[in-house]
T-cell receptor
Framework: DQQVKQNSPSLSVQEGRISILNCDYT??????FLWYKKYPAEGPTFLIS?????DKNEDGRFTVFLNKSAKHLSLHIVPSQPGDSAVYFC??????????FGAGTTVTVRA | EAQVTQNPRYLITVTGKKLTVTCSQN?????MSWYRQDPGLGLRQIYY???????DKGDVPEGYKVSRKEKRNFPLILESPSPNQTSLYFC?????????????FGPGTRLTVL
């Protein structure tokens, strides 16, 4: 049973607007969360992360929010750019060696 | 250039024919891992290795073997492939003392088992 879930398989957003990607997890022991970005024919690349002791982490246009009580995290991309069109994976870990990934959300940024 | 390489990139084989997918990294990383990506399931960890001669199972190890005889190489072995192992496979590596966000992924190997 998947412990990390991304319930929206796709998201379409206009260039310049905000993209919000959601992720839910079931294991309350997870203590570190990550977002990866993946282009076709390439491996995933790290985007941003957050420790369970924080509720927000920003890096440029990307912000991750963590709500531990709801076991929910989200990734905000502001403003969205055409180069942001990719598959985004949410991941979580509790011992830093085993990573559990969600199914991914395909983001399409429209011009 | 720092990178993780996988070979082959594409492979079509038949059920039961043993195969090996190689993975090599040039960053002197201690930790290496294998994942498979399937539609609707995302990436699932198959095996990981914390250092030479130290390996452990991920979430979906059945039907796979690994070995870590040298730091730079972490081959994935399918002794008797079956059609349900048709998937996109990724190898990854990172320094052992760093958090998961320093993980580098290879470009992927698309395997089809007929």
């Amino acid at each position: 049973d998947q412990q990390v879930k991304q319930n929206s398989p796709s998201l379409s957003v206009q260039e310049g607007r905000i993209s919000i990607l959601n992720c839910d997890y079931t294991n309350s022991m997870f203590d570190y969360f990550l977002w990866y970005k993946k282009y076709p024919a390439e491996g995933p690349t790290f985007l941003i992360s957050i420790s369970s002791i924080k509720d927000k982490n920003e890096d440029g246009r990307f912000t991750v929010f963590l709500n531990k009580s709801a076991k929910h995290l989200s990734l905000h991309i502001v403003p969205s750019q055409p180069g942001d069109s990719a598959v985004y994976f949410c991941a979580a870990t509790l011992n830093d060696y085993k990573l559990s990934f969600g199914a991914g959300t395909t983001v399409t940024v429209r011009a | 250039e720092a990178q993780v390489t996988q070979n082959p990139r594409y492979l079509i084989t038949v059920t039961g024919k043993k195969l090996t997918v190689t993975c090599s990294q040039n960053m002197n990383h201690e930790y290496m891992s294998w994942y498979r990506q399937d539609p609707g399931l995302g990436l699932r960890q198959i095996y990981y290795s914390m250092n030479v001669e130290v390996t452990d199972k991920g979430d979906v190890p059945e039907g796979y073997k690994v070995s870590r005889k040298e730091k730079r190489n972490f081959p994935l072995i399918l002794e008797s492939p079956s059609p349900n192992q048709t998937s996109l496979y990724f190898c990854a590596s990172r320094p052992g003392d760093r958090e998961a966000d320093t993980q580098y992924f290879g470009p992927g190997t698309r395997l089809t088992v007929l």
